[in-house]
Nanobody, 115 residues
Framework: QVQLVESGGGLVQPGGSLRLSCTAS????????MGWYRQAPGKERELVAS???????NYPDSAKGRFTISRNSAKNTMYLQMNSLKPEDTAVYYC?????????WGKGTLVTVSS
């Protein structure tokens, strides 16, 4: 059973940056398209970045130009660099496969953007 552990969240001021990390218990990042998701209070979980096996990336308009997804397969780790953060980016961030079937969801890491 693959375990995913997200880290790197915290409190940041608007305009600031954070880098999130996702560490997996196995070598999964070269096996499937992976993604970063977020879920804000009262809202559905949304995909904010994805990276294919070949390294192609994709972002929704809300993240384009501000978020960058990357991975280090040798370290079983995936990253999300978030710049120019906005209060509306406040959410719990998760990593998982970009399409079903999903691995078991981790606990996520909380990102709070506030002054």
């Amino acid at each position: 059973q693959v375990q995913l552990v997200e880290s790197g969240g915290g409190l940041v001021q608007p305009g600031g940056s954070l880098r999130l990390s996702c560490t997996a218990s196995g070598s999964i990042f070269s096996l499937a398209t992976m993604g970063w998701y977020r879920q804000a209070p009262g809202k559905e979980r949304e995909l904010v970045a994805s990276i294919t096996i070949g390294g192609s990336t994709n972002y929704p308009d809300s993240a384009k130009g501000r978020f960058t997804i990357s991975r280090n397969s040798a370290k079983n780790t995936m990253y999300l660099q978030m710049n120019s953060l906005k209060p509306e980016d406040t959410a719990v961030y998760y990593c998982n496969r970009a399409i079903q079937p999903y691995y078991s969801w981790g606990k996520g890491t909380l990102v709070t953007v506030s002054s």
